[in-house]
């Protein structure tokens, strides 16, 4: 389906000013997938579910019972309370495929990570949750790959900062979402 279209991120990055941990995904799915206006917003994507799980102990802690979305004004209340800044590594791609897999994305803009983190003077983590963002930020701090679950450090201006590397929160990726809430978990132990 490669019909060379370039696609503009959809949301704008979400920082607010206590941001200790900045997300970082890849793109966004096409709008038809999202059950909310907000990052990771696809339903079968398990960002919120290992989130509730951390946190609350509850994998559906943001799911709107009843229903097949995710409950946007508690997640932000929630990103906000804990210092969440998200946003992707790319802010422009071409879909080689009719979905979004990191496979099928061909980047064409990169985010202004650095950018990203001059507005963010408490950051102190940078999370990537799947292999192109991971590879975008090594590209970007010219920085050693963590391995899954691990971090490495990158010195950016007067600022060290842990760049973990997590497991994909979509189901395509083999694990499930108990197992990735233990991964995650070591960010807000050393956050602590």
């Not at 932000?76 to 969440?84: L, N, P, R």
């Amino acid at each position: 389906m490669n019909n060379n279209t370039i696609e503009s991120h959809p949301l704008q990055p979400f920082l607010p000013e206590n941001a200790r941990i900045l997300m970082l995904g890849s793109f966004p799915p096409k709008k038809e997938k999202w059950s909310m206006e907000f990052f990771y917003p696809n339903w079968i994507n398990d960002m919120w579910r290992i989130w509730g799980l951390v946190f609350y102990n509850d994998k559906h802690y943001f799911e709107i019972k009843g229903e097949k979305r995710f409950d946007k004004d508690k997640i932000v209340s929630f990103c906000k309370d804990e210092g969440f800044a998200l946003y992707d590594t790319a802010s422009e791609v071409i879909r080689l495929k009719d979905n979004a897999s990191d496979k099928f994305l061909e980047v064409v803009k990169q985010t202004d990570v650095k950018a990203l983190l001059d507005t963010l003077p408490e950051c102190e983590n940078i999370v990537t949750t799947g292999q192109k963002a991971t590879d975008i930020i090594i590209d970007i701090f010219q920085c050693e790959e963590p391995k899954v679950g691990e971090k490495t450090e990158i010195i950016y201006k007067d600022r060290t900062i842990n760049f973990w590397r997590m497991p994909s929160s979509s189901r395509a990726y083999p694990m499930k979402v108990e197992e990735k809430a233990e991964f995650y978990r070591k960010i807000i132990l050393k956050k602590r």
